[in-house]
């Protein structure tokens, strides 16, 4: 199992969209950078596995996806922008590759139709010709990829000995610079 972390600045719309239309047995954690106590007094209240965190101020992305990671409980921390839309089969589908694959840092979905946009880059061509072994990376068609851009699941225990986000890039490239420091 895995929480979901979202990140919410003027979202309030979007995020009881996303949080109502999620199967409850997912635990929710909502980074509320607008400082919303309203929204946070009402999921809190309707969902009981929403918990909507209000740091002081603004934090931006990535103090807010790392303020997420840390509230979480699970090992597994899928974080996803407001605006990004999830189905509970995404986020099924995505359940079935944690559990079966052995080992993995980040693993993100990518979209229906690719040609309109991608989740994902891939720089080094030798990665488009991996051999992954196994049923579930065939049915999934999982491939290694450069960098994951919008949402993803992070494995916690790969962590120990690096940071999340640098919180030094409050918005922009940060998905870029994450992956570009768990690759080294």
Not at 4 to 20: C, G, M, N, T, Y
Not at 50 to 56: A, G, L, N, T, Y
Not at 144 to 164: A, Y
């Amino acid at each position: 199992m895995f929480t979901i972390v979202f990140l919410s600045l003027h979202s309030e719309v979007h995020i009881k969209r996303l949080v109502s239309g999620i199967e409850k047995k997912y635990p929710i954690i909502v980074i509320e950078n607008s400082l919303n106590y309203k929204l946070k007094n009402e999921l809190e209240e309707k969902y009981e596995n929403v918990k909507v965190v209000i740091p002081p101020k603004n934090i931006g992305f990535t103090a807010g996806y790392n303020l997420g990671i840390k509230e979480s409980k699970t090992d597994f921390i899928f974080l996803n922008p407001a605006d990004i839309v999830l189905s509970n089969q995404c986020l099924s589908d995505l359940e079935e590759c944690v559990l079966n694959i052995d080992d993995f840092t980040i693993l993100g979905p990518t979209y229906d139709n690719e040609k309109t946009y991608k989740n994902y880059e891939i720089w080094d061509k030798k990665k488009l010709n991996m051999n992954l072994n196994g049923q579930i990376f065939e049915k999934y068609k999982i491939k290694e990829v450069d960098f994951i851009d919008n949402d993803f699941i992070i494995n916690k225990k790969h962590f120990e000995n690096l940071d999340f986000f640098d919180e030094n890039i409050f918005i922009y490239f940060d998905t870029m610079d994450f992956c570009k420091r768990v690759d080294l």
